[in-house]
């Protein structure tokens, strides 16, 4: 069964500043590999996707994630953290036919 | 505008009642899913179809059922509500084969009470 562990559940970070969120995934097969955004009180939207094509895939708003089947990693990363990317963030892995499985949601802080 | 349309977008209920959260696209997509959202549990599927007349289950179906008479719609149906449904509901829909482009609805939040 595909699984899908997010390492923190909150991660804060200064404007400016490097943002890393982590995103380890099990599946029995090649993944799909997708990152979503939540803003308050809206649905989720699509950042990135990785469909065995490109290891390293960019995505909006600046962020970018890299697969790495070695260490079963898709890590979200963004060089310049700004206010407007605080937000909640979730990871998710299909096998294939929509049936997407998600990650518990790590939520960015963004200080001044 | 095209795209997936969720009411009502908040709920209240009294334990043991029923209602029905209704979820509608515009797209002609032929996948549709339902999934609720809790705190430190991310997204978890209830229910899902991928035509008319066709559903099944997903992780959590307990306590809910869905019909899909029609393509555009796919409503979720909470027979007799219970605290532990107290959720925020997200109803998402794609083209089948398709599944990295799937579009979510903004949310309904029930509170049972």
């Known amino acids: 069964a595909q699984s899908v562990t997010q390492l923190g559940s909150h991660v804060s970070v200064s404007e400016g500043a490097l943002v890393l969120l982590r995103c380890n995934y099990s599946?029995?097969?090649?993944?799909?590999l997708f990152w979503y955004v939540q803003y308050p009180n809206q649905g989720l939207q699509l950042l990135l996707k990785y469909t065995s094509a490109a290891t390293l895939v960019k995505g909006i708003n600046g962020f970018e994630a890299e697969f790495k089947k070695s260490e079963t990693s898709f890590h979200l990363t963004k060089p310049s953290a700004h206010m407007s990317d605080a937000a909640e963030y979730f990871c998710a892995v299909s096998e294939g036919f929509q049936k997407l499985v998600f990650g518990t949601g790590t939520r960015l802080l963004v200080s001044p | 505008n095209a795209g997936v349309t969720q009411t009502p977008k908040f709920q209240v209920l009294k334990t043991g009642q029923s209602m029905t959260l209704q979820c509608a696209q515009d797209?002609?997509?032929?996948?549709m899913s339902w999934y609720r959202q809790d705190p430190g549990m991310g997204l978890r599927l209830i229910h899902y179809?991928?035509?008319?007349?066709?559903?099944d289950q997903g992780e959590v179906p307990n306590g809910y059922n869905v019909s899909r008479s029609t393509t555009e719609d796919f409503p979720l149906r909470l027979l007799s509500a219970a605290p532990s449904q107290t959720s925020v509901y997200f109803c998402?829909?794609?083209?089948?084969?398709?599944?990295?482009?799937?579009?979510f609805g903004q949310g309904t939040r029930l509170t049972v009470v």
């Open positions: 179809s991928v035509g008319a007349g066709i559903t």
């Open positions: 599946s029995s097969v090649p993944p799909y």
């Open positions: 797209m002609n997509h032929e996948y």
């Open positions: 998402a829909s794609s083209q089948t084969g398709d599944e990295s482009r799937a579009f």
